[in-house]
């Protein structure tokens, strides 16, 4: 941790000229610094702010350091407490240790060792932090993969992301549904100064309206029916890191410009909570909507749209680059896999208008039908064997169907060779499995044939 970064400290001392003192002291040394004179004034602004390190007096009138120790505790207020005692109270402080307190000095102290203690305590309470982050992180953690694509418009693209990434800025993505954008994102976050910070992910549209706010900015206790405990919201979670907006264009109207004021000053508030916290947040947002459009028809707030357009990346949709799709079929493939030249025809010419998550489904599929590694025509979905089939651009337009064509070809096949199977498989370039799946689908059984020879 940097010596350089300020502390938020709440100082919390009865006596006001050793405290004035205390808050010169830090403060000269570039620390944030709030005072209360008691307990209950140091709960107030616990429920205003959030504090790094609370320096606390552990004999004070009404509520005494350890009573206010237990209650910061009870309402989860994420501060790392330092206890200040005289010689004749160090058990009191023990017991504060053992409630939670980061630390304790005793009375009197060079003003130096209350600075040297802050900051250790400062430091245990950001790797704390950490450590939740990381849980978060790999729950919703999702397989890292590679960028795949030689076209023109794929170089243009990261070419982008290598000139925005270390800049920090924020980004929006756009492109349809399918096209990777949550895979740049993180291509962005790879090559900037957050990569060893959290890459945390929300899509604006898989949530319920109602849920969206409570999940980006957290709630209290009790703000709504359901909320039995406090939650820190995925802003907390994201903090020194990289927040993506999936479906921003989803976002409720009216919280916009709550997120429009994370993005300004990087402040927020939990639901049902009046105290302000603040985060260190890259924003990157995506959409497969026209935002612009959106804006001029009210459902998207306009200085948002600014706020988050400061670098726009347009991903290509996959029928705009058909050599990159031989790349991503045989990436998704591997070595082990072989796809006859039917198959892989109907994959390069079909249109994809789910683009490369339908793709990648497509591969999943017929790797789970195909035989022996070997992935055939009858392995694809329908769909795209009708889009664009080798059968569809090679022979003239007719009035008949796709299959009564291919069903047409088989038997005349069947016929010529006697309707050796084997013989005729091969002539069809297929493998012989996939020829008897196809006489089963066209009810050819009855075809005439000899023997089933080499």
Same mark, same amino acid.
């Given at each position: 941790? %940097?010596?350089?970064?300020?502390?938020?400290?709440?100082? #919390?001392?009865?006596?006001?000229?050793?405290?004035?003192?205390?808050?010169?002291?830090?403060?000269?040394?570039?620390?944030?610094?709030?005072?209360?004179?008691?307990?209950?004034?140091?709960?107030?602004?616990?429920?205003?702010?959030?504090?790094?390190?609370?320096?606390?007096?552990?004999?004070?009138?009404?509520? %005494?350091?350890?009573?206010?120790?237990?209650?910061?505790? %009870?309402?989860?207020?994420?501060?790392?407490?330092?206890?200040?005692?005289?010689?004749?109270?160090?058990?009191?402080? #023990?017991?504060?240790?053992?409630?939670?307190?980061?630390?304790?000095?005793?009375?009197?102290?060079?003003?130096?060792?209350?600075?040297?203690?802050?900051?250790?305590?400062?430091?245990?309470?950001?790797?704390?932090?950490?450590?939740?982050?990381?849980?978060?992180?790999?729950?919703?953690?999702?397989?890292?993969?590679?960028?795949?694509?030689?076209?023109?418009?794929?170089?243009?693209?990261?070419?982008?992301?290598?000139?925005?990434?270390?800049?920090?800025?924020?980004?929006?993505?756009?492109?349809?549904?399918?096209?990777?954008?949550?895979?740049?994102?993180?291509?962005?976050?790879?090559?900037?100064?957050? #990569?060893?910070?959290?890459?945390?992910?929300?899509?604006?549209?898989?949530?319920?309206?109602?849920?969206?706010?409570?999940?980006?900015?957290?709630?209290?206790?009790?703000?709504?029916?359901?909320?039995?405990?406090?939650?820190?919201?995925?802003?907390?979670?994201?903090?020194?890191?990289?927040?993506?907006?999936?479906?921003?264009?989803?976002?409720?109207?009216?919280?916009?410009?709550?997120?429009?004021?994370?993005?300004?000053?990087?402040?927020?508030?939990?639901?049902?909570?009046?105290?302000?916290?603040?985060?260190?947040?890259?924003?990157?947002?995506?959409?497969?909507?026209?935002? %612009?459009?959106?804006?001029?028809?009210?459902?998207?707030?306009?200085?948002?749209?600014?706020?988050?357009?400061?670098?726009?990346?347009?991903?290509?949709?996959?029928?705009?680059?058909?050599?990159?799709?031989?790349?991503?079929?045989?990436?998704?493939?591997?070595?082990?896999?072989?796809?006859?030249?039917?198959?892989?025809?109907?994959?390069?010419?079909?249109?994809?208008?789910?683009?490369?998550?339908?793709?990648?489904?497509?591969?999943?599929?017929?790797?789970?039908?195909?035989?022996?590694?070997?992935?055939?025509?009858?392995?694809?979905?329908?769909?795209?064997?009708?889009?664009?089939?080798?059968?569809?651009?090679?022979?003239?337009?007719?009035?008949?169907?796709?299959?009564?064509?291919?069903?047409?070809?088989?038997?005349?096949?069947?016929?010529?060779?006697?309707?050796?199977?084997?013989?005729?498989?091969?002539?069809?370039?297929?493998?012989?499995?996939?020829?008897?799946?196809?006489?089963?689908?066209?009810?050819?059984?009855?075809?005439?044939?000899?023997?089933?020879?080499?």
């Amino acid at each position: 941790m %940097s010596e350089a970064q300020p502390i938020e400290i709440l100082l #919390v001392e009865d006596e006001a000229d050793f405290r004035d003192t205390c808050a010169r002291w830090m403060t000269r040394k570039g620390h944030y610094v709030e005072q209360a004179a008691n307990g209950q004034e140091a709960l107030a602004l616990c429920e205003r702010r959030h504090f790094d390190v609370a320096v606390i007096d552990i004999n004070m009138p009404g509520i %005494s350091g350890v009573e206010l120790l237990e209650r910061m505790k %009870s309402a989860n207020i994420e501060t790392e407490v330092i206890i200040l005692t005289g010689q004749g109270t160090i058990e009191s402080a #023990v017991q504060a240790m053992k409630l939670g307190a980061s630390d304790y000095l005793t009375k009197p102290f060079p003003l130096s060792d209350l600075e040297q203690r802050c900051r250790l305590a400062f430091e245990r309470g950001e790797l704390a932090k950490e450590n939740r982050q990381l849980r978060e992180i790999i729950k919703r953690a999702t397989p890292n993969s590679k960028m795949i694509g030689q076209s023109t418009q794929m170089q243009e693209v990261r070419r982008l992301i290598d000139r925005v990434a270390p800049t920090d800025k924020t980004v929006l993505i756009q492109g349809e549904s399918g096209t990777g954008k949550e895979l740049v994102a993180r291509a962005i976050q790879q090559r900037s100064r957050r #990569v060893d910070k959290p890459f945390v992910t929300v899509n604006c549209a898989a949530l319920p309206e109602n849920l969206v706010e409570s999940e980006l900015f957290g709630h209290q206790k009790g703000a709504f029916t359901g909320a039995s405990s406090d939650k820190p919201g995925l802003f907390e979670f994201a903090d020194k890191g990289t927040l993506f907006i999936d479906e921003i264009g989803e976002l409720p109207l009216q919280l916009q410009p709550k997120l429009l004021r994370v993005l300004e000053d990087g402040s927020l508030r939990r639901v049902g909570s009046h105290k302000e916290r603040h985060v260190d947040v890259r924003i990157i947002a995506a959409t497969n909507r026209d935002l %612009s459009e959106a804006v001029s028809e009210g459902k998207f707030r306009d200085d948002l749209y600014y706020r988050i357009n400061v670098m726009s990346l347009q991903l290509p949709a996959l029928r705009h680059r058909p050599d990159d799709i031989v790349l991503l079929i045989d990436h998704y493939t591997g070595d082990q896999w072989d796809i006859e030249p039917e198959a892989r025809a109907a994959l390069v010419n079909y249109d994809w208008p789910g683009n490369i998550r339908q793709l990648v489904n497509a591969i999943d599929r017929a790797m789970i039908l195909a035989d022996d590694f070997v992935i055939t025509a009858d392995d694809l979905p329908q769909e795209i064997i009708d889009g664009e089939s080798p059968l569809q651009q090679t022979m003239p337009r007719t009035s008949q169907s796709l299959d009564e064509i291919e069903k047409a070809h088989i038997v005349e096949v069947l016929q010529r060779e006697n309707g050796n199977k084997a013989r005729a498989a091969r002539a069809l370039g297929i493998h012989r499995r996939k020829l008897y799946r196809l006489l089963e689908r066209f009810d050819l059984h009855h075809v005439e044939h000899q023997s089933e020879g080499p």
